[in-house]
């Protein structure tokens, strides 16, 4: 009985709070998505050198739907450049049985099965100024063609993105919309990642956010920073939670940083910020996050969090899960 009310609560949760929004969405204030070329030294903040992004669609949604990337190509005003434009990568979107229950699917690393599903579209960008600083749309799809699942009460949709040639860096949005002209968004339709690989401002003014998921199953978490560059520090505020600070990777390390999760957090969205430091300023930051629970299950980031964005409640008295 219980997993069956925490279903149900999850599904009325995706149903009652979601908009559609553009990834990485405003709330968050990321600026962009970064994957590197497969010859790009790790240092720079790229670990794997691919990155898989899942969108929700909701079950009773029957109009076409188009996913659209800004700047797909490796060159130009956005683009990180190491030495010359040499750098190419493939984006491609998947649906159909197993898109995302494939265990393969929803791990850190670009290993077996990690493009499971049947390939609906696909195409590889190098340096081209057709594409610099505008839209490129994939689609039509019709809903139907993602992966029905009954947890999320819809279809799921998945792109990776891989480097495949070069050392460049690919930063790149994305906008799922109902047009292929114009950005429409999908009432109650949302995206979500295990593992988050962005490029922060330059600004130190400017802070990001990512909000993971935290279910009743999970009682401590594991936070994992890749390439922070001890840029400044990192904290998790939620609705009991003030300000948990973390542990910060330098160059080219992963760091780990456990924590218990408190009652009060349980089926609600954790609020990770990244907070710069104001001297000496640290460019062009690419960092790669994930989540973990005590199973070892990575939790999903979603851009625009389960429950609203976490505000701390002065009124609760927190309590230590039992």
Partial sequence: MKQIYTTTLFCLLIINCL???PVPAGDENIPYLMTFGPKGETSWGDDDFSQSFFFRIPKDFNEPI???VYDPDIGGAIDEINGIWDTRTTFSI??????????????????????????????????NPQYDKKWYTFGPFNPTE??????????????????????DGNLYR????????????????????????????????EVS????????????????????????????VSVARLGQMSKVSN??????????????????????????????????????????????ELLPFYVIPIGGVPKYNYGIRATKVK
């Fill in 19 to 21: 908009m559609s929004q």
């Fill in 66 to 68: 188009y996913i659209k």
């Fill in 94 to 127: 998947f649906g159909g049985k197993e898109c995302y229950t494939h265990k393969d699917a929803i791990e850190t690393q670009p290993t077996g099965n990690y493009k499971s599903g049947n390939l609906l579209a696909t195409k590889t960008f190098g340096e």
């Fill in 146 to 167: 993602g992966e029905l699942v009954t947890k999320f009460d819809g279809y799921i949709f998945k792109i990776v993105v891989d480097g495949i040639a070069g050392d």
């Fill in 174 to 205: 994305y906008y799922l919309s109902t047009s292929p002209d114009v950005n429409k968004p999908i009432e109650g339709a949302n995206a979500f990642t295990y593992e988050y690989s962005f490029r922060m401002h330059d600004d130190p003014n």
């Fill in 209 to 236: 956010h990512i909000y993971p998921y935290v279910d009743d199953r999970t009682i401590s978490v594991k936070l994992s920073n890749f390439d922070w560059d001890n840029d400044g520090f990192i904290r998790t």
């Fill in 251 to 296: 160059e080219d390390v992963w760091v780990e940083d456990e924590f218990k999760i408190l009652d009060e957090e349980h089926n609600k969205s954790l609020d990770i910020q990244f907070i710069k430091r104001k001297n000496p300023p640290v460019r062009n930051n690419n960092v790669v996050v994930n989540v973990r629970n005590q199973y070892g």
